[in-house]
């Protein structure tokens, strides 16, 4: 199979070509990149030749020049591009926040912003896809994930499917916290789980190993919850109230107060952080010259980088830091392998997904992005059956949905209007004249660069 990333100079390709390294079907034949800044591309590339010393036959990479020639024969296609850069993440976070409201890159009027500045792009290289290699499958990373992928699900239908390492992540936390062997979560006879929401909203609501739902036990084990993640974000005494796990994304829904306190009062926002730390990076990669030498560079950033992952989030609820096996940096990488391997194997294997709702929840559009459990064979991903959602779940689900579907309608027609409302009744934004204030700012700034 022949595989294609859509920015090929992102910092975090060398965790995918890691895991097509390690993947012992080796089902990957050549891997090409593709990124719009030829200095980020050739960095990459040399921390991609480090990797492949010493590996018997590694995985060809080649680097294309255009987009057609990164798409044209291409079986499987992965979207992690950053329309606007860091910097463009930074006046998301930064023109809300003066605003006295929450800026972050999928979250609230961030979101926004990113998603009306995104899917032109995106809705391009489904275009493209279609034209070149309508037989290829778009894996969509790029962010954010849920309403990218609901507009190019307009071009390529159910050949675009979004990934996000949190679910599974908050999955094998879980599991991890009530002491299961880990190769249960592998197998559909021994394990199962009710997971559904948006990208970056949604919640585990069952966990069961071997016949019994392990969750309630876990939910109410305060000393059990405190061993990871999510049990620290958002406290035992609320997850025993909420008879859930969320994923990490709600704790700015859950404790917006919180956490735009901690965020207002930071010098540095995380783009801020990411624009000097990947920035500096780059440049003392170039300079840096041998492969060896820019490797562990990046080891060094990537470490640094993950370490500080929704630091704000965690300072607003004691400052704790993340656990070692956290660190890793795999999870989008495994997932997209996993998601490969199942398609071209038909295989039949379960994986938390972004795809069509279809009748998975009913009071949704059967074109809806959701996030849910997919069972994945040769024809794509098909959402399984999920349980009644509750009320102040699907509250919360429907508004988030109105808020993408007016993001990516204004992103296609370039509708003001639907981009007012997209801001305004996202419950992160508290007046619809704050709303109007951050369009007019961004629309302002962006028309300066």
């Known amino acids: 199979m022949r595989l294609s990333i859509l920015g090929g100079g992102g910092f975090r390709v060398p965790l995918v070509y890691r895991a097509l390294l390690d993947d012992p079907a080796r089902s990957v034949s050549e891997l090409t990149l593709y990124d719009t800044d030829p200095r980020r591309v050739a960095v990459i590339s040399d921390v991609l030749a480090r990797l492949a010393q010493g590996r018997t036959r ?38 809300p926040l003066s605003e006295g409201v929450l800026g972050q890159e999928t979250v609230g009027a961030g979101g926004v912003l990113y998603g009306l500045r995104t899917i032109p ?23 954010p994930a849920g309403m990218v992928t609901e507009a190019m699900a307009q071009v390529l239908g159910d050949r675009v499917i979004g990934i996000c390492d949190s679910p599974v992540g908050l999955v094998r936390r879980a599991a991890r916290a009530v002491g299961a062997d880990p190769a249960a979560l592998e197998d559909p006879a021994r394990s199962g789980y ?15 190993l071997d016949g019994t739902d392990v969750l309630p036990g876990l939910l109410g084990d305060a000393t059990a919850l405190g061993s990871f993640e999510e049990g620290r974000l958002f ?24 956490t735009l306190h901690s965020v207002r009062d930071t010098r540095e926002t995380r783009g801020e952080f990411l624009d000097r730390q990947q920035g500096g990076f780059f440049e003392r990669a170039a300079a840096a010259g041998a492969p060896d030498a820019v490797y562990d560079l990046w080891e060094r950033t990537r470490l640094e980088r993950e370490e ?53 929840v009913p009071q949704l559009a059967p074109d809806a992005i959701v996030e849910t459990v997919c069972e994945v064979t040769a024809k794509g991903a098909r959402p399984l059956p999920c349980a009644p959602l509750r009320e102040d779940q699907l509250g919360l689900m429907l508004q988030i949905k109105a808020v993408e579907r007016e993001t990516v309608a204004a992103a296609l027609f370039k509708d003001r209007d639907a981009a007012l409302r997209a801001l305004a009744l996202h419950p992160l934004v508290d007046s619809p004249a704050v709303a109007a204030r951050i369009l007019q700012r961004a629309a302002t700034d962006s028309g300066r660069t």
């Open 121 to 143: 792009v995106a809705l391009h290289v489904a275009e493209r896809v279609a034209a070149l290699s309508p037989g290829a499958w778009v894996i969509n990373f790029t962010n």
């Open 58 to 95: 590694p995985v060809p990479v080649r680097v294309a020049e255009t987009l057609d020639a990164a798409l044209t024969g291409a079986d499987f296609v992965f979207s992690a591009i950053r329309v606007g850069g860091t910097a463009g993440r930074i006046r998301d976070e930064r023109i």
């Open 194 to 208: 009710d997971y559904v929401g948006l990208n970056h909203l949604g919640w585990l609501r069952s966990l069961t």
């Open 308 to 360: 500080t992952y929704m630091a704000h989030s965690r300072e607003a609820t004691g400052g704790w830091r993340r656990d070692s096996d956290d660190l890793e940096g795999g999870g989008y990488d495994r997932v997209a392998l996993a998601l490969m391997h199942a398609i071209a194997g038909d295989s039949g294997r379960r994986l938390i997904l972004n795809v069509r709702n279809g009748t998975t």
């Open 235 to 258: 406290g035992p005494e609320w997850l025993g109230v909420l008879g859930a796990l969320p994923n990490e994304y709600l704790h700015y829904y859950y404790f917006r107060r919180e």
